[in-house]
């Protein structure tokens, strides 16, 4: 095992820099990425998770950070991605009582944005990333890179940057294309349940 044979503390920063770079690879890539989760979601698992867009989780689902009964600490950005998703108190609950949450309880924390039967995630997830691939490239990507940093600034910050990234997104001709096509009446009308 890699981490057990670890000889210092640096080849222990070295090893989690590459989970780091790794993992930032999916979050801040060139097209979302959706997770189908099933069975234990442990750990690095739930780590990986994380950093994914959209997770779709079946039942079977479950959700542990065992680190504290292992004497070791989230390695691959966990401690920065899963409070935002989930809130702190609920990590460190999760990392030191070793508390295990359900594939309900995690999706109600907010691990999860959709919850279907064991064996439906990847049609679930299949459906979910053809619907992100008809999206204007530009917009998947700002909504990837620049909505959490804008959700992360100060509002005056936030709010400016919201403004650039609108006005560049705006004058793709992609949009202008669809925009012509909204008000002309031509564009897919958006149902309850979408």
Do not use: C
Not at 35 to 56: D, F, N
Not at 78 to 94: E, F, H, K, Y
Not at 129 to 135: D, F, I, L, S
């Amino acid at each position: 095992n890699e981490v057990a044979s670890q000889t210092d503390a640096f080849q222990g920063v070295l090893h989690s820099r590459l989970w780091h770079s790794a993992l930032e690879e999916i979050q801040f890539g060139r097209v979302p990425v959706v997770a189908v989760l099933h069975g234990a979601v442990v750990g690095g698992g739930l780590e990986l998770a994380a950093s994914t867009h959209i997770r779709v989780a079946e039942r079977s689902a479950y959700y542990a950070l065992p680190e504290g009964q292992r004497g070791i600490f989230l390695g691959g950005g966990g401690s920065m991605r899963l409070p935002r998703l989930v809130g702190l108190a609920r990590v460190q609950d999760m990392m030191l009582t070793g508390r295990t949450l359900g594939a309900e309880d995690g999706q109600a924390a907010g691990i999860s944005q959709y919850l279907v039967e064991d064996g439906e995630g990847m049609a679930k997830g299949m459906e979910l990333a053809r619907k992100m691939a008809a999206n204007a490239p530009l917009t998947n990507f700002a909504v990837m890179h620049a909505l959490p940093r804008i959700a992360e600034s100060d509002p005056a910050a936030g709010l400016f940057t919201e403004s650039l990234m609108a006005a560049i997104a705006e004058t793709s001709p992609e949009a202008k294309q669809r925009l012509i096509d909204f008000l002309e009446k031509r564009a897919a009308k958006i149902k309850p349940g979408d």
